[in-house]
Structures are given as structure tokens and as C-alpha cells.
């Protein structure tokens, strides 16, 4: 399985867009990238999930360089309630291999 | 979207003592159920994967015999953790895959005290 590493934490100011990149360069040929967030005490939510190029939903949007070797979740106009832990995970999810593993993410505190 | 539910959401116990969290998918069939725990201030960490009907595989350094885990439907995932010490104390998160797949659903967490 593929490891990522993400910034510890970012700080951001309401209405900001906050961009979170991660690193994972050993991503195999069928790993896709998955990003989750999760508020304290809760279970992880699913934000997005891409393979390459761009992925744009109506929560965030997730840049993939040709490479693969790292993406980008970007998250537009950031407020309050946004301030959570963000994780990237990359896995092979389309052979039946379902495991994700949890890097440490990214702690990120949005600021009135 | 799919729902996965856990139960207790809290539970409390004395040293020695079994507890049992159920998680449910409510609106879809699992194939596959994880398993994972969360130490304050830290990540998840993967304990078990448990497919229907079969056995769950546990990852490396996660006792079998302490963490039961029982996947008898398509809905339901069970995790016994026996003979309970104050160290298994942590937050349990289940997550589930659907037939259709890939994506994890995961539950809201059941937070063990145990004194």
C-alpha cells in the first residue's frame, strides 16, 4: 500500500480556498486517491476520489498531476465548520482490494 | 448516500468484562466490513477485515482471540472485544463496502472506556 504525507496542520481564514496537498510516491498503476474528512469523535466522510487529471465535485475539487505522484484537495471558500481532519489515502480499489490505510493528516483550523 | 450505523455510540465497562459494538449497513448489503480503532490525537488504524460468511483477517499485531469479529448477514458486523483492560480503551470505527463498490461508508464510531 502505497504511504502518504500530508502537512500536519494549515491554518486558513473564513472564505479562503484551501488547497492540501499530498505526496505519495509510490502510488501503483491501479491505486486510486481517496480524501476523507472527519470531525473529532466522529467516523471519517468521504469527500472525493480521483484516478487522474481533475475531479471536481460540489464539496471540493482534487488535482492529480500526470505523474499521480501527489494531488491536491482544494477546498473553495472555507467556513467554521470546515476546521476537521483531512486524510489522503491512495489504494487499489478496483481488484477487490478495498484496504485503506490512514496516514497521520491534515488538521486543518479555519479562522472567523 | 449509504448509512452505516454503530451501537453503543458510548459504552463504559469494568476491567475483565466482554462488550460487543454492532455495525449495521442500513440501506445497502456489505460484502466487506473494516474494522479500525482510534487513539486520541492520532490516526485509524486498520484492525480487521471481515467478509461475509468467512473469517476476518486481522492485520499484524491485532490479538484474534481478544477482538472477535462475526459478519453472519450482509448488514451486520460484530466486534466483541473480551476480557477488556483499561489500554483497549479507544474509539471503534467500522466502515463498510457495498456490492456495488469502491467507496468506504464509514460509521459514526463507538467510543470504549474501560475502568
Known amino acids: 500500500l502505497a504511504k502518504t504525507t500530508q502537512p500536519i496542520s494549515m491554518d486558513s481564514y473564513e472564505g479562503q480556498e484551501v488547497n492540501i496537498t499530498c505526496s505519495h510516491n509510490?502510488?501503483?498503476?491501479?491505486?486510486?486517491i481517496t480524501w476523507y474528512q472527519q470531525f473529532p469523535s466522529q467516523g471519517p466522510r468521504f469527500i472525493i476520489q480521483?484516478?487522474?487529471t481533475k475531479v471536481t465535485n460540489e464539496v471540493a475539487s482534487l488535482f492529480i498531476p500526470a505523474d499521480r505522484k501527489s494531488s491536491t484537495l482544494s477546498l473553495p471558500r472555507v467556513s467554521l465548520s470546515d476546521t476537521a481532519v483531512y486524510y489522503c489515502?491512495?489504494?487499489?480499489?478496483?481488484?477487490?482490494?478495498?484496504?485503506?490505510?490512514f496516514g497521520k493528516g491534515t488538521k486543518l483550523s479555519v479562522i472567523p | 448516500g449509504a448509512v452505516v450505523s454503530q451501537h453503543p455510540s458510548r459504552v463504559i465497562c469494568k476491567s475483565g468484562t466482554s462488550v460487543k459494538i454492532e455495525c449495521r449497513s442500513l440501506?445497502?448489503?456489505?460484502?466487506?466490513m473494516f474494522w479500525y480503532r482510534q487513539f486520541p490525537k492520532q490516526s485509524l488504524m486498520l484492525m480487521a477485515t471481515?467478509?461475509?460468511?468467512?473469517?476476518?483477517?486481522?492485520e499484524q499485531g491485532v490479538e484474534k482471540d481478544k477482538f472477535l469479529i462475526n459478519h453472519a448477514s450482509l448488514t451486520l458486523s460484530t466486534l466483541t472485544v473480551t476480557s477488556a483492560h483499561p489500554e483497549d480503551s479507544s474509539f471503534y470505527i467500522c466502515?463498510?463496502?457495498?456490492?456495488?463498490?469502491?467507496?468506504?461508508?464509514f460509521g459514526p464510531g463507538t467510543r470504549l472506556t474501560v475502568t
Open positions: 466502515s463498510a463496502i457495498s456490492q456495488a463498490g469502491p467507496e468506504q461508508y
Open positions: 509510490n502510488i501503483a498503476t491501479n491505486d486510486y
Open positions: 480521483g484516478y487522474k
Open positions: 489515502l491512495v489504494g487499489d480499489q478496483g481488484a477487490g482490494s478495498y484496504q485503506l490505510t
Open positions: 440501506d445497502f448489503q456489505a460484502t466487506t
Open positions: 471481515s467478509n461475509e460468511g468467512s473469517k476476518a483477517t486481522y
